[in-house]
């Protein structure tokens, strides 16, 4: 079933709406997926904050017109399936993961802000951590240093605890 004109404008002022605050955009093509593991891919991309919509590629190349996503609109040939999210990792994550297990779903390519990525740059962005995973890593990295200092610090009147116990010790066995 077509849309019409007006559920057209909708469809593409939903889609711009994403793209305007997206920081990455994965295109995959799904021929030969069925419904339940449509539905499984669904339900991953929500859990990880994934806008995950199968689209008209027309469509879609109304709505990045004028973003920085615009050079995205040479990959879009085919059945597409396009995650879109805010981080720019959830989405190669979930699609690249799904890939895995898989077969019928095929990463083509995606875009981050002013640039466009292959097959391989999808695959190496799904391999980076997440932007939790580098802020705890570069925290526990801060933290180290300080936590060496309060050990050091520590060790200094636990010495002289230990000291004056071994003191004390002595002089009970004399």
């Known amino acids: ?3 019409n004109r007006q559920e057209k404008a909708v469809v593409i002022e ?3 709406a994403q ?3 997206a920081e990455s955009i994965i295109i995959a093509e799904y021929r030969g997926l069925d419904v339940a593991s449509v539905t499984v891919l669904r339900k991953q991309a929500r859990e990880s904050g994934v806008y995950l919509r199968v689209l008209k590629n027309s469509l879609v190349r109304r709505a990045v017109a004028g973003t920085p996503f615009e050079a995205l609109t040479a990959q879009m040939t085919g059945p597409l399936m396009y995650g879109i999210s805010k981080d720019p990792v959830s989405a190669a994550k979930v699609l690249a993961g799904f890939a895995k297990t898989n077969d019928k779903l095929a990463i083509q390519g995606g875009a981050l802000p002013n640039n466009v990525l292959g097959q391989d740059g999808v695959m190496a962005l799904a391999t980076m951590p997440s932007r939790e995973e580098l802020l ?3 925290l526990g990295t801060m ?3 300080v936590a060496q200092f ?3 610090l520590n060790e200094v009147p636990t010495k002289f ?3 004056l116990a071994a003191v004390r010790d002595q002089k009970e066995a004399a």
């Open 161 to 163: 605890v230990r000291g």
């Open 1 to 3: 079933m077509s849309l």
């Open 143 to 145: 933290q180290a240093p």
């Open 136 to 138: 705890s890593k570069l």
């Open 14 to 16: 939903e889609v711009a």
């Open 150 to 152: 309060v050990r050091t």
């Open 19 to 21: 793209v305007a605050t």
